[in-house]
């Protein structure tokens, strides 16, 4: 069916805004996370078949769609909010295909798009996979001057020596670290250690799935650079996207 669902042009992509916590809260860009609209099931999110297109394989066209979708719109974005970015997920299975940084300069050069606009997170497990692999595609795409992100940082098993050596723009930091913030003291220690840690390897870190106030708080005394949650928005389809960078303030 999924395999269906690609022909049939079934997959959509939602964006998710992330904020910037640097000084003034405002948008600073959106992570793009695929979504199958099914006829009878209605909306799937990708937590239910990302998995499923990864062993199968069909991540790789999927993803490679998903990544034109995404440079499209934020071109478009860009002429009402220049500063806006995109942020693309990028599994092991893509990570290991040879013409990946082909077909993603193709894509950046189709949308018109400035190759520094676009953010490629990767998991710490994708990298630590095969890490050699792992290191020359991620220096093909700093070549090719896109962004990148290790994403759901924390749960992973990469080793801070592999990291350091890597090209990194950005952490995201797991909601599994975040959920406790303002319940357990425990966790804003340890929060604010991977703070201080992303910093000492000269990134930007943001925390993933923030769904409260006091999370936020807690966020901002930490020194956490962004945020991303249920707390701002949902990730939205493009037309939500459009209504909220017409709606003006941030
Ligand atoms: P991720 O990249 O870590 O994306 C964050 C996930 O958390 C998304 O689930 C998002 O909808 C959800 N989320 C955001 N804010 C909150 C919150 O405040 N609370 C809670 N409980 N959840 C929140 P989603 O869209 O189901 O995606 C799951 C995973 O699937 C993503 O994790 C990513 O690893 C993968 N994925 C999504 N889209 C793509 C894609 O186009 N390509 C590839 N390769 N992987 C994708
Ligand atoms: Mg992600
Ligand atoms: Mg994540």
Redesign the pocket.
Known sequence: ALRQAVERSELR??Y?PQVSLNGDTGLSGF?????WEHPERGLI????F?SLA?STGL?VP??LW?LGQALRQVSRWRETRPGVTVS????AR?LADPALPANLATAIRDSGADPGVLYL?V?EDAVEKDPELAGRMLAAFDQLGVKLVV??FGTGHSSLQSLRHLPLEEI?IH?SFVSGLGANPDDAALLGALVELGHALGVTVIA????TDTQLAHLRDLGCDGA????FS??LPEEGVLALLGAGSN
């Not at 999110?45 to 239910?48: G, Q, R, V």
Request: aromatic share 2%; charged share 30%.
């Open positions: 992509v939602h998710q992570e793009a996370l695929v979504r999110d990708a937590s239910e990302v990864e991540i999927i993803g998903v693309v997920n990028l599994s893509q997170e998991t994403d759901d995201k909601p993933e799935g923030v769904e991303q949650g249920y707390l949902r990730p």
